[in-house]
């Protein structure tokens, strides 16, 4: 715009004032100033633009108020009355102003802004004029006549500064929408928006101001929205220059930019189009605090309800998305906190939040951890759609976490939802179904070792899956139908709860018991040992036992505060009391002038814990009101997603479980005929438990309630006669527990029984040995000599010595119970009534016991056929054999028949855990822990866990390490809390076992080769798999004492055999191979012992002092392959003699063979199919073999193979031409040398020590067996992959294949493994002739095993056979430099067939860690 000239006023240049109007100079008063320029404006405010003459006229009085007098003018009125006339004269004179001097304009402006400041009191008597002047300048758009100056920013950024300072709550909407309309047409009709002016706007968007002047904030935010079109390129670069260039001068603002950026992208996400593509450059900055500052930023922006950046901005998400993997911790943390309003606001960005919160969820750092366990439950609180089941599994996983803080908050979090959906079922079943896991995950973590896990857990029991604070009815209903939904785990994890809670209520019940005796020094130490097993079941044992002596002397001091202790733990203490209770004794602990008191904390645990909050007699008479309605059809089973039938069962479940822990609460009649009625129904467990219940509970029934035992007595007459072996025993229990005239009673079922007993009829034989057996041990005065003659005429000699039915011959190792055969589950509980009847005689005066031992340990030996007819079934001699190992063991555990079992006895007995069945193995191993851990079996038992070693299943030896784990520290821990134990060392120090391991070991049946490699390297596993626990730590210089007890079994000669040498010869070599492993073991074995060791002497027989025993029976070459399992490198001239041959390559001879004019048809066949190998021999008889030929039971559990993948053994796999069975040469443990048995039984005159051999008994080596056919072999993925390049025809008589013989003897002769890496399929030569061969050294299927990959790599260019459809390939690596690998390293056996043959035949020895 260009300003015309300087316009004069008409006529003689005298200024015309409008009518009325005197002339205004500075001679007049002020309030006459004001009189004359009222009029004035009235004059200019009826003037329009169209009145040119007014126009011409009045032009000097226009020139005249720009005058300084005017703009400079003291009174506030005169210059808001020039001001508005100055408005109206831009109004009438527009677009041409009459001012053409830029720097009058420019006073004029800035005047007129200063005037505009009376906005600020809207209560003012000119606030109207003030309006009018504000509306006039909005409607003509006035300011934009200072687009043409040069200086024009200064006015504006007074201008908007001038606004946003005056608005506030009292301004109206016209107000506000007349300073938009003025700010907004000077920001989109100008050229652009200065830096400064900008910031007049921007800075109200600062939290800081914004708080100060909320109006001001709404009107840039108004502005901001009108002028976004024009705007944004003014931000874009105000930003660019700040985050891109790093210039942060260019504006006061720019320590402010995030807080900008957050407030823009709320008012219009169209304002930082071209500022978002340089957040994605500062997230990739070096510094880790700017980083942090712009993930924060971006966390509320992708964050907030409606934002949509994520789904628009699809790179900057990506690029956010990275930051929760940043190496600044502060930087993921903040990611973390983020995803929760995430999940809340944008369910649908929770599958791309999924996999990163996955990665923190494992983050190093516990604050990141547990802050995604916190992101993930506050999302589900408020809706569980809101959080799938990965993110679930998550927190899942986090309640095994290595911290008590993360752990707790998963478990806390997972219990808070548990309540919500599935206690409240605030949002339906289909939500509670998805979360119906947490109960059962939440009791798992019970079996934690951590006490606080244990505590937490209780406490999450009681307050959110069984609330305590409900009404008994609602809380008995809610654990009613919770136990019937729990998963078998969890059922175990509440029952040992109660258990313990039961446990600790009467340790604390013997201290109060302790307080009442007379003091003394016996008394205090049994004081003290309550104490510390209370101690111990509680949070830090440190602290707690010195809280513990604190709260015993309180309890010693304050009478009132042990009769209310008293009272908590009474039997028929109420839950209502018990709060009372509670209540009361934390009162009095407390301590108002102390804030924080640990040791009122640490009572409060012990009380939590013996408090009885959910059971009492009202509450068990609720449970059997809901068990009533449950058998009667009306209560809520479906509703509550468990069958009439599952809640009848677990309910009566429940009850017996809480009739051992509250047995008081139970005596009343209303309960005692619901039981009855329960005794009546078809659900044989249901009828179980009932007479479980009753005797657990029914000591008064005889006295107190007659009607009940009338009705009782017939009802377990009967079931100890005719019902299942279960409830016959718990009937003849129930009936020696709760009646006087237990004699009478018992004598009634005896008399019949002994009368009835009929091999014949086996099936109606079970019951009858069962409570007969029962009978015997309860009341062995009365019974035990009517009871030795139906052991002698009927027991031993008409039923077990006897096979009268055949079996089934599937040759299946193991089968289920249904289709165990009645005659041998009667020959089993034949075994236990023999075993009975001992316990309850607890002597051997008749010399029953020997006879009995005699007759077990020939079942072993017939591997539990003991007529040897052959006509039982193997899984039935499974049975017999699992039942003589365990009736052997159940003897030893009784001293008088401990001290009579011979060491073969014993040592039959611990062959059992290496049987040929799974089966057999897993379960005398779980009794055997049992027996152990309760301290119930002598410590030479605890040796038998050694052979575990040569288990061939993985998981059976994980299982016997824990168990040996658990073992051991029972018993360390056993005498560090009872002192007495130190007089009865020799059988509780864990030590003391490996005397007895040594002797086990020196007479393994498989230990026939004393200076055989593989013989030695299975006896070091076995010593390595104790020692290895034991010598965790040297407490005491217990390495040292270990080493001098072997040492001074050297000296000795063995009790067993002490004539035979060959036998002293094998004990002095595992002696040899002890002190290796442990000298290798420890640097400190070397010390003086701290004891001098006690030997058995029932094992070893001490020589003179004259005998000395200094030899070394291991050779150095000996002692190297134990070592590193590589012999000595052989001298150049030790190679002289020896045959030549090429690396890999077989010498072959020519055989002609019915087979070797077959030709070969298939090119993905294996040379060396079942097919081919039936064709060199009479196949009538390969047939028979291979049905005669003992299989591995294909009940094994899952076998892992190299990828990982698991491959479960078919049930009914059974061996055919095909695929045969697996040749058993050894129960249990599978033979070292597969191939050598041919050589032996050669060399032996055909017969090979077998699976008997283990028990005192030899078998022949199948003539027609095939060692070769039960090894598992894996193909290898190379020579997939190159099959169709490497296709072609085969001439088997152009490529004869070495017999297994010469492989074996060839392999002899060289000294090398002729075992589990038994070459069973001769290689086809290549086009060059010659191909590599590699042994698997890894139990796992890795190549190398712990540092041994760099010296021998995988070889990938040669590839391995091709199997057949019916032949399971083995991948056979190749060794370096033509050499064979040493043979301390074996190939593992893998499964990968489609035909899942039943189980590995070799055991997968694992590689020596020493």
Known sequence: MEFPQQQKPAGDGKIVYPPGVKEITDKISNDEVVKRLKMVVKTYMDMDQDSEEEKQQYLGLALHLASEFFLRNPNKDVRLLVACCLADIFRIYAPEAPYTSHDKLKDIFLFITRQLKGLEDTKSPQFNRYFYLLENLAWVKSYNICFELEDCNEIFIQLFKTLFSVINNSHNQKVQMHMMDLMSSIIMEGDGVTQELLDTILINLIPAHKNLNKQAYDLA???????????????????????????????????????????????????????????????????????????RLLAKLFGAKDSELASQNRPLWQCFLGRFNDIHVPVRLECVKFASHCLMNHPDLARDLTEYLKVRSHDPEEAIRHDVIVTIINAGKKDLNLVNDQLLGFVRERTLDKRWRVRKEAMMGLAQLYKKYCLHHEAGKESALKISWIKDKLLHIYYQNSIDDKLLVEKIFAQYMVPHSLDTEEKMKCLYYLYACLDTNAVKALNEMWKCQNMLRGLVKELLDLHKLPVSEANNTAMFGKLMSIAKNLPDAGKAQDFMKKFNQVLGEDEKLRIQLEMLISPTCSCKQAEICVREITRKLTFPKQPTNPFLEMVKFLLERIAPVHIDSEAISALVKLLNKSIEGTADDDEEGVTPDTAIRSGLELLKVLSFTHPTAFHSAETYESLLQCLKMEDDKVAEAAIQIFRNTGQKIETELQQIRSTLIPILHQKAKRGTPHQAKQAVHCIHAIFNNKEVQLAQIFEPLSRSLNADVPEQLITPLVSLGHIS??????????????????????????????????????????????????????????VRWLLGMKNNQSKSANSTLRLLSAMLVSEGDLTEQKKISKSDMSRLRLAAGGAIMKLAQEPCYHDIITPEQFQLCGLVINDECYQVRQIFAQKLHLALVKLLLPLEYLAVFALCAKDPVKERRAHARQCLLKNISVRREYIKQNPLAQEKL??????????????????????????????????????WFMLEVLMTKNENNSHAFLRKMVENIKQTKDAQCPDDAKANEKLYIVCDVALFVIANKSTACHLDSPKDPILPSKFFLVQDKDFKNDKEYLTTEMRQMLLTGKPKPAPVLGAVNKPLTVPGRRIFTKTTTASDTASNTSTNSSPLSSSTINKNSNSNTATESAESRTQENNENPVIKNDEGKKEEASQNATPDAGTEASPVKRRGRPPKT???????????????????????????????????????????????????????????????????????????EHGEEAGRALMMVALLLGSEGDTDIELESSPEGVICGRKDSERCPPRKDRPAVQPGPTHIAREIPSPQGGEFPPAGRKSPLVETSKAELAVKRKPLKVNSRL
């Not at 031993?796 to 165990?820: A, C, H, P, Q, Y």
Request: proline share 5%; glycine share 4%.
């Open 221 to 295: 935010k108004t502005l901001l929205k009108r002028t976004v079109q024009t705007i944004e390129t003014c931000i874009a670069n105000f930003f660019n220059q700040v985050l891109v260039m790093g210039k942060s001068s260019v504006s006061d603002l720019s320590e402010h930019v995030f807080d900008l950026i957050q407030e823009l992208f709320a008012i219009d996400p169209m304002l930082l189009t071209s500022v978002m593509p340089q957040l994605e450059f500062k997230l990739k900055s070096n510094d880790g605090e700017e980083r942090l500052a712009v993930v």
């Open 986 to 1023: 020799v059988s509780l120090l864990p030590e003391y076992v490996v005397p007895f391991m040594i002797h086990l070991l020196a007479h393994d049946p498989d230990f026939t080769k004393p200076q055989e490699y593989e013989q030695l390297k299975d006896i070091k596993e076995c010593l």
């Open 777 to 834: 041990m309860l009341a062995p005065d009365q019974f035990a000599s009517p009871m030795k003659s139906i052991v002698a005429n009927f027991i031993v000699k008409d039923l077990l010595m006897n096979d009268r039915s055949v079996g089934n011959k599937n040759g299946k190792l193991w089968t289920t119970d249904e289709e165990v055969s009645p005659e041998v589950l009667a020959k089993v509980q034949a075994i236990k009534l023999l």
């Open 1234 to 1308: 597969a191939a050598a048995a041919p050589v032996v039984a050669e060399k032996e005159g055909g017969a090979a020590t077998g699976g008997g051999a283990g028990r005192g008994r030899k078998r022949a080596a199948d003539p027609n067996s095939n060692p070769a056919e039960s090894i598992n072999i894996k193909m290898s993925k190379q020579q997939q992959q190159n099959d169709e390049g490497t296709k072609r025809q085969i001439d088997l008589q152009r490529w004869p294949f070495v017999s297994r013989e010469q492989e074996t003897v060839r392999r002899r």
